[in-house]
């Protein structure tokens, strides 16, 4: 008996499934407003159209009711006698309806034989049915107190007014009946396309985890939201694609870059402990075996580095300080470098430059520059450290901005456009390159800490040689204080 049941209630789970489903609820939503929308908008149109015809005839009767009373005040019973009769042979749509009895209830005058039992002479109005010539009608009445126990009924026929009404409630109830069936195919076609929205992004994003990173939205073409949101997501793909190669390079890259100091080291150490025939020998094998892992150390050091850089943790040691005097330490360590390279070392700075940043970070970054165009340019050629300020076009604010704009220019090897296309990646070495020593890591510390203070690192031709060139927006205070003095940090050239 109990497996029935069972099956009844797996039976009924996609049901409830199913009401639990976003894109149905959304079309409810959807729907339930259009439908109360509607109904409040019809009955709107409803209550002011029956209102409007209430208020005239109550209008009307009101007039009427002022006209009377003037006449009863001149005339007495006699002439409020002969107004109505008047008024009643120029009824021509036979509409109005008045009665005038006495104290004891006896008609003196009317087009209604007798006053209604319902009705008492305390200002109310009433809708009444009022047999007239072999017809009974509905009637908007009100009556009237008049002196010496006189009572006056004035009212009109309003069974014209009611037909009306009523065609106007039957109209407006099917229209809202349409409106409502309109609702119903309208959540059922938002339904589809929301339906078709998600299960679009699903089956990607399915795709995708089962390993498929081909897999894209597909785009209409018709420029709308959807477009929109099947082309930013696409350009999220792309993205980790690209990210997802990138790390394996660099994985692979690491590999190969580690496992040669540390093989050579490995060989060295195993060379010595077999043949060394002295301390000495010993000794100069532990030295060589130190040197290659201390290459991978530094190596690791950078990758560590450029990490700490590109996750934007370094952004709190920012301030504002004078870039001259950092640069001029700089310089300083790499004029001897340079000399003894047989190189000629050239400035170009202004005296002043302020700078909102991370004073040892681009110590960094420009030692690393000037220690690659050392290292690739023959002797006897110039090296050109440079910096100025120029104006960029008007912000928002309508003020210019201010860019900083600071290269190395080398007379060296130089890149072709490949190569500088590809040489701020990671452990990425040209092809003149590969017998200098080097990781390949010192152009991408270089593009953490440019990007990390939201500027630009552009490679160029020399012709011969190389141009890196340093774009980083400038803040718009002045310097006030004197420059802080630089931190100990350790640089990691490429």
């Not at 995708?208 to 350009?235: F, Y």
């Not at 790390?247 to 690491?254: E, F, G, L």
Request: glycine share 6%; with cysteine; proline share 4%.
């Amino acid at each position: 008996m109990s497996a029935p049941v069972a099956s009844n209630a797996a039976g009924a789970q996609p049901g409830f499934l199913r009401l639990r489903s976003v894109s149905l609820r959304f079309a409810l939503v959807y729907g339930i407003l259009f439908v109360c929308s509607a109904l409040l908008f019809l009955s709107f149109i409803w209550w002011g159209t029956v209102g409007l015809l209430e208020h005239r005839v109550e209008q009307a009767i009101t007039i009427d009711s002022r006209a009377l009373f003037s006449v009863w005040e001149e005339s007495g019973p006699s002439g409020l006698t002969m107004i109505i009769d008047d008024r009643l042979e120029q009824d021509v749509d036979d509409n109005a309806l008045y009665l005038l009895v006495n104290k004891d209830g006896k008609w003196i005058a009317g087009n209604l034989a007798e006053w209604p039992r319902q009705i008492l002479p305390n200002h109310h109005w009433f809708s009444l049915p009022v047999q007239r010539a072999y017809t009974q009608d509905i009637a908007k009445v009100r009556a009237y107190a008049l002196p010496d126990g006189y009572r006056l009924l004035i009212g009109r026929d309003i069974s014209g007014r009611t037909l009306l009404r009523k065609m106007l409630t039957d109209t407006l109830l099917w229209a809202w009946i349409m409106v409502s069936l309109l609702a119903i195919g309208g959540g059922w076609l938002i339904r589809r396309l929301f339906r078709h929205v998600i299960h679009s992004i699903s089956r990607t994003t399915q795709a995708i985890t089962h390993g498929d990173m081909s897999r894209r939205m597909p785009v209409q073409g018709s420029d709308d939201e959807l477009d929109e949101i099947a082309k930013t997501i696409n350009e999220m793909l792309d993205r980790i694609s690209r990210l997802m190669d990138g790390v394996r390079q660099v994985s692979n890259a690491i590999a190969h870059d580690l496992r040669t100091p540390i093989t050579r080291a490995r060989t060295q150490l195993e060379d010595a402990a077999l043949h060394a025939k002295n301390e000495a020998e010993l000794r100069a094998a532990i030295d060589k075996a130190v040197g290659n892992l201390d290459n991978v150390t530094s190596i690791c050091e950078a990758l560590l580095r450029i990490a700490q850089i590109e996750s934007g943790a370094r952004r709190s040691a920012f301030t504002l300080f004078d870039l001259i005097p950092a640069l001029q330490d700089v310089c300083e360590l790499y004029e001897a470098v340079a000399e003894d390279h047989g190189l000629i070392f050239k400035q170009n700075l202004p005296t002043h430059l302020p700078f909102f940043g991370d004073r040892a970070m681009f110590q960094q970054a420009v030692a690393n520059l000037l220690d690659n165009a050392i290292k690739f340019s023959p002797p006897n050629g110039t090296i050109t450290l440079s910096a100025e300020i120029v104006s960029t076009a008007r912000r928002s604010d309508g003020n210019r901005g201010k860019l900083l704009n600071l290269s190395v220019t080398d007379e060296g090897i130089g890149m072709n456009e490949e190569d500088m296309a590809r040489a701020s990646e990671r452990f990425f070495r040209a092809e003149q390159a590969r017998n200098t020593p080097g990781s390949g890591l010192g152009l991408a510390l270089v593009q953490a800490i440019v990007q990390l203070h939201d500027g630009q690192l552009q490679l160029a031709s020399n012709s011969p040689g190389l141009i890196t060139r340093i774009e980083i927006p400038l803040p718009d205070a002045e310097i006030v204080s004197p420059a802080t003095p630089p931190a100990e940090h350790a640089i990691i050239n490429s």
